[in-house]
């Protein structure tokens, strides 16, 4: 809402004219106009009240009222407020009324656009400058009508060709035609010429759909001939099919004999002796035969495979070279336990060094320094040995974590993640502990990356604040009483794994990249990772070594230790396949299993007594395994 009501009012005397909206009462609009006038007139007051002039009608000349400036704005009105802009043109003050609003609702200078476009219909009307009551009287219509377009807003294209037409021709016509004029001067055309246009065009679209295209007689004959000039043998089976309906059309008695019993017993006879000697040909013999091909030497070459990304080119893996950067070969990993990502982070760049000897013959030293080491070897308690040999009985209940993780990568890149664990309880046995029952209360700490946790409350119950207790009868198997699951932000990975694959011509190449988390406690081992193939190759080659699963199409590598702070491990395997086209994409998923056991579990949860210093349970290792752990 910018302007509600444009009026001409002269400096002495009546209003001339009103021009309002719609929904603005013209009442309001008179006594917004009727405190102007009163406004001017106290100002005029004011300022001459200390001169006191004879004349009182100084006090209401032009000269000497304080609003005669040429434009400006001023705020009248008690209880409805409004806002004024006027302009003052030779004695008469054209004004534009808006509200009052100091909240950024009104746009004034676009009122103060509408009341100088009405100037400028004035100014027009009475042919220059001298603006009088008189002239105005004279156009009246034609000022009342531009001044209602004006307050409804107009262009000033469209305004230029309404004071254009305003003297000497029809208020009709400067109107009305003020719109095609304004299409004219920017170049556009009336519907009226352009519609025929339209329906020539649709009528063209209609008649080129219904249209049908025959080919000549002539045409159509030769085609014929040249098929049967190709395929004439096709034509005489066609003719043979023809006459077979034709012969069984005829009819036959159902209950006759058959013809195979008046027909002669044949035995050399029945045999056919051909004298073509393309029979006897060897080659035509083998046409028909499929013979596969061998792959091409690139199959016993390195292959290169390139990595590119948003970034540019971050390099490749060469197969045939057993030497790469990590740059080169470990990239782009987000930060699922804390790195960047840029792998380098938490791998270092250094190979383990090798142990130098004589590879494996100074084992078979023998003398003082053997002993010694026998010796020590055997003086030490709590080797993993002996915890193998030996097996201790049960002091008391024994509690445990069991968790297990899935995960997805596609590429460089976690999609998925999912770890979910299970508190244990082992009690005593029954023979031991009889029909006394297992009771006691622990606290488990390290929650804050748990999501969801859940209790068997048959068996446990909350004490709040982490403190649970838990009553059960003695069992032989361990008992499940606690579940819980991980954010999938705050998981962490034991180990990370990368897929890449290539297809050039008629090879297939793949990698697996993997790398450990350094932040375990203690190095994978026994990890076996599966590689299903899209097709059962015909020619393999994989580095390591690895076992042929041909029945499931897989591969599988066994590693027995993946250490936490080494390089990232490679398993490659290259084969043939029958598609030459680069774009077909080959399905390839890769599949990682291990386990653990470590005193502290994979999430950071752990069990504490609920007091400090009693044992009413013994924590034992905790265990951790894959679940769904694969690469795409």
């Not at 046995?429 to 009889?434: D, L, Q, R, V």
Request: contains cysteine; charged residues 20%; negative net charge.
């Amino acid at each position: 809402m910018s302007c509600l009501a444009l009026s001409l009012q002269p400096a002495n005397g009546s209003d001339i004219l009103l021009q309002t909206r719609e929904w603005f009462p013209p009442s309001r609009a008179l006594g917004a106009l009727s405190a102007f006038r009163q406004t001017r007139r106290a100002f005029a007051a004011n300022k001459n009240a200390n001169n006191a002039p004879d004349d009182a009608y100084a006090a209401e000349s032009i000269g000497d009222d304080p609003l005669a400036a040429s434009s400006g704005q001023v705020i009248v009105g008690v209880e409805s407020r409004y806002r004024i802009v006027y302009r003052l043109v030779n004695g008469i003050y054209v004004l534009g009324i808006t509200v009052a609003d100091h909240d950024n609702s009104v746009n004034v200078f676009e009122c103060i656009h509408i009341v100088n476009q009405a100037v400028s219909v004035v100014v027009t009307a009475c042919r220059g400058v001298d603006v009088t009551p008189e002239k105005l009287s004279r156009k009246y219509a034609e000022i009342y009508m531009a001044l209602d377009i004006v307050l409804r807003g107009v262009s000033n294209i469209r305004l230029a060709a309404m004071l254009a037409t305003m003297h000497g021709e029809s208020i009709a016509k400067m109107v009305h035609s003020a719109i095609d004029t304004e299409n004219k001067i920017r170049g556009a055309d009336n519907w009226s010429s352009v519609e025929v246009h339209s329906v020539e065009h649709q009528a063209a679209i209609e008649a080129f759909a219904n249209a049908r295209f025959e080919l000549p007689p002539e045409t159509l004959e030769a085609g014929d001939e040249l098929a049967a000039s190709l395929a004439p043998v096709a034509g005489e089976q066609q003719q043979q099919e023809e006459q077979k309906p034709e012969e069984s059309q005829a009819e036959k008695d159902p209950f006759a004999a058959s013809d195979a019993i008046n027909k002669p017993q044949e035995l050399v006879g029945g045999f056919k002796k051909t004298r073509d000697p393309s029979a006897t040909d060897l080659t035509t013999a083998l046409e028909g035969l499929d013979v596969t091909t061998l792959p091409p030497p690139e199959a016993t070459q390195s292959t290169h495979i390139n990595v590119e990304g948003f970034e540019g080119n971050y390099g490749g893996v060469e197969f045939g070279q057993e030497q790469a950067s990590l740059g080169e070969a470990f990239e782009g990993f987000n930060d699922a336990w804390g790195g960047g990502l840029d792998v380098s982070e938490f791998v270092g760049t250094t190979k383990a060094p090798k142990p130098q000897g004589l590879g494996g013959v100074e084992l078979l030293q023998t003398g003082p320094d053997a002993a010694t080491k026998a010796t020590g070897a055997g003086s030490g308690a709590g080797t993993p040995l002996d915890n193998l040999v030996t097996k201790t009985e049960m002091k008391g209940p024994e509690m445990y974590i069991s968790e297990e993780i899935s995960a997805e990568f596609r590429e460089s890149l976690l999609a998925r993640v999912g770890l979910m664990g299970v508190v244990y309880l082992k009690t005593l046995p029954p023979k031991t502990a009889g029909d006394k029952e297992t009771e006691f209360s622990f606290r488990v700490e390290g929650t804050s990356a748990v999501k969801r946790f859940a209790i068997q409350g048959s068996r446990v119950s909350s004490l709040g604040n982490g403190m649970f207790h838990v009553r059960t009868a003695a069992s032989e198997e361990p008992i499940p009483i606690m579940k819980f699951s991980l954010l999938p932000r705050l998981t962490p990975l034991p180990l990370r794994v990368r897929l890449i694959k290539r297809h050039t011509g008629s090879l297939l190449s793949v990698m697996i990249q993997y790398v450990s988390n350094p932040d375990l406690i203690a190095p994978l081992n026994d990890v076996t990772f599966v590689l299903k193939l899209p097709v059962d190759p015909t020619l393999l080659n994989v580095s390591p070594k690895a076992v042929l699963n041909r029945s499931e199409k897989e591969i599988k590598w066994h590693v027995p230790e993946i250490p936490l702070k080494g390089s990232p491990g490679r398993l490659r395997a290259r084969m043939p396949v029958d598609s030459s086209e680069d774009d077909e994409e080959f399905e390839v998923v890769g599949y990682v299993k291990f386990s653990a056991q470590a005193t502290q579990s994979l999430s950071g949860v752990s069990l504490r007594p609920a007091s400090e210093g009693k044992t009413d349970f013994y924590e034992v290792s905790h265990r951790f395994e894959s679940g769904v752990y694969l690469c795409n």
